[in-house]
């Protein structure tokens, strides 16, 4: 691979493509711990959130993949504490992939999406006269507040029943008047992006199409490398949307080997061949380097569905089966379990026999970042290999 700046001619082997991917994600390289959990975030960009935890929430389990065992605490106190020295927040909330952590400098670049909202009808929710403006008033007089505390976030009724006042703060929330800058035993806490927001930040001023240059810059560098599909996929950008702006934002056309769709790539990452030492490590199922289910599967060759929706009779690997990362290739699965200080494979796939070690070395290094001293495993899709798993775990 050329380390000289790239001509829109330069064709990747699918292994590079791969290296550049992993490299890209931090797998690939020693892991840059002076930045810690805060330049995760801001080498990946977004960290998704989601309320499914079984070893731990998929936001803590995302640094954890990268750096080792940083102690859980720290993950959060990373994500929500003020840049040191300030009042200012390091992250915020908001819709990206998903309900997404971001760094607070991203705050411009989403203006596109808030502006969307904003001119949209106002889902199918109707709220009273005067709710939002009663949201907002509490906000300003009290401080940061749950839903909760701003007057309660359900009604009576069935869990998807919110109270004027948690679906008028999620309206704020979408449209940019309030933001969520730290969550609180799990719970949003709300507050006027006026004043939680840093003024060289606060402000809607790019247009439409910069916000989106802007982040499929930033998804084409977090990626590496990556298709049309790919790079929208990063912040749920519109196809269209990419077609728009991808010759304006620096990212160079490449061809990869065995890839059947044109693909673009970061020219830092083309720089220098990407090597160094592979991560061993369980993935999070929403983590960003499996994010796009056709990516994962042009990269690795491998199949990834979460199945914690799917009914139980018609799982597959799990009901939160989360892949293995070994060699820089996917080599497994694993759905996992605790009892008491045991972590319980409750169900593994392997890719073959020389999975093994990379599955028990992430299973034992998984044990020991959640305080559990020992694994047990219950059940191997390929039986031959039971026994020596449980030695390698041992």
Known sequence: MTTSMPSPE???SADEARRIALRAQGFLGAPDRTSGVRGVLRHLGAVQLDTISVLARSHELIPYARLGAVGRKKVESAYWT???????????????????????EEWPHFAFRRRAYRSRPHWH????????????????????????????????????????SKIAVERALMYGEVVCTERRSWKRVYDL??????????????????CVRRLVALAGRSLGVGTRADIADYHRLKGEEFDAVVADSGLVPVTVAGWDKPAWADPQALATPPRGRHRTTLLSPFDSLIWERARTERIFGFTHRLEAYVPKPKRVYGYFAMPVLAGGR?????????????????????????????VA??????????DC????????????????LIRAVS
């Open 10 to 12: 330069l064709t990747l």
């Open 125 to 164: 929710h109707d709220l009273p006269d005067g709710a939002y403006d009663q949201v907002i008033k509490q906000l300003r007089a009290e401080g940061p507040l749950t839903a909760t505390e701003l007057g309660g976030a359900k009604n009576k009724g069935e869990w998807w029943d919110w109270s004027d």
């Open 330 to 358: 996917l080599v497994g699965r694993v759905d996992p379990a605790r009892d008491g200080s045991t972590l319980v494979a409750k169900q593994v796939s392997l890719e073959g026999p020389k999975a093994v070690p990379g």
């Open 82 to 104: 003020p840049t040191p020295g300030t009042t200012a927040p390091h992250a915020f909330e908001y819709w990206s992939h998903a309900a997404c952590i971001l760094p607070v």
């Open 361 to 370: 070395q992430a299973l034992l290094e998984a044990a020991r970042w959640v």
């Open 193 to 210: 992006a006026e004043r939680a927001i840093p003024d060289e930040l606060l402000h809607d001023d790019l247009d439409d199409r910069e």
């Open 373 to 388: 001293d020992s694994v047990r495993i219950e059940r191997v899709d390929r039986p031959e290999l039971t026994a020596d």
